[in-house]
């Protein structure tokens, strides 16, 4: 069964970057769309950024445009999330998920809702200081 584990997150003040990294056991990522999902306290989560199973295409949300970077190493089984000019409501608990497209048409299509995905890491925390 796969088994996805977050690490890299922190404190860092605003403007400066940190890359998050997904690592995956148990499974090849080869055949799975990854998402970076975030839940700051008392809001609901949501996607900062996908990746596709196929081709690599990206999507983001329009918070965190030109400022994250998603890329994928299935053969190091290792999804990164690089961050740069964080701000202080980019602060959340990161998530990354793993979901196998329902069609073929869809493996170059991310997902972009959280009940697509099947597999969750437990979270790692960024805090953006002022």
């Known amino acids: 069964q796969l088994q996805l584990v977050e690490s890299g997150g922190g404190l860092v003040q605003a403007g400066g970057s940190l890359r998050v990294s997904c690592a995956a056991s148990?499974?090849?990522?080869?055949?799975?769309?990854i998402g970076w999902f975030r839940q700051a306290p008392g809001k609901e989560r949501e996607m900062v950024s996908c990746?596709?199973?196929?081709?690599?295409?990206?999507n983001y949300a329009d918070s965190v445009k030109d400022r994250f970077t998603v890329s994928r190493d299935n053969a190091r089984r290792t999804v990164i999330l690089q961050m740069n000019s964080l701000k202080p409501e980019d602060t959340a608990v990161y998530y990354c998920?793993?979901?196998?497209?329902?069609?073929?048409?869809?493996?170059?299509?991310?997902?972009?809702?959280?009940?697509?995905?099947?597999?969750w890491g437990q979270g790692t925390q960024v805090t953006v200081s002022s």
């Open positions: 998920a793993a979901g196998i497209p329902g069609t073929v048409a869809a493996m170059t299509q991310c997902l972009t809702m959280p009940f697509e995905y099947d597999y």
């Open positions: 148990g499974s090849t990522l080869d055949y799975y769309a």
């Open positions: 990746i596709s199973s196929k081709d690599d295409n990206t």
